[in-house]
Nanobody
Framework: VQLQASGGGLVQAGGSLRLSCAAS????????VAWFRQAPGKEREFIAA??????VYGDSMSGRFTISRDDAKNTVYLQMNNLKPEDTAVYFC?????????????????WGQGTQVTVSS
């Protein structure tokens, strides 16, 4: 499977963006799909993941970020609201060929190319 992340861009503080992670090659149905982000000089940070059950969010991520999936479109989304300058980062989606969700980046073996999100103050 290959992943294509899109939807990033420049937005003012308080604005919203919806990121998409589209898979090709095979279905992601039943697999855990996650969003991470990485700011310059910082480690990759877990945002959220979704499998067949309830989604899981990283610390302080729920409330402003919502992950969802559309298996018919083989796509996972990340809705981001009330964005802040500290949300500026490259956002990555990743998939692991199991249904169990993990919060660590090393647990995911297939990654998209990343999409830049820049939030201006």
């Amino acid at each position: 499977v290959q992943l294509q992340a899109s939807g990033g861009g420049l937005v003012q503080a308080g604005g919203s963006l919806r990121l998409s992670c589209a898979a090709s090659g095979r279905t992601m149905s039943g697999y855990a799909v996650a969003w991470f982000r990485q700011a310059p000089g910082k480690e990759r940070e877990f945002i959220a993941a979704i499998s067949s059950g309830s989604p899981v969010y990283g610390d302080s991520m729920s409330g402003r970020f919502t992950i969802s999936r559309d298996d018919a479109k083989n796509t996972v989304y990340l809705q981001m609201n009330n964005l802040k300058p500290e949300d500026t980062a490259v956002y990555f989606c990743a998939v692991r060929p199991f249904s169990v969700i993990h919060r660590t980046a090393r647990s995911y073996n297939i990654w998209g190319q990343g999409t830049q999100v820049t939030v201006s103050s």
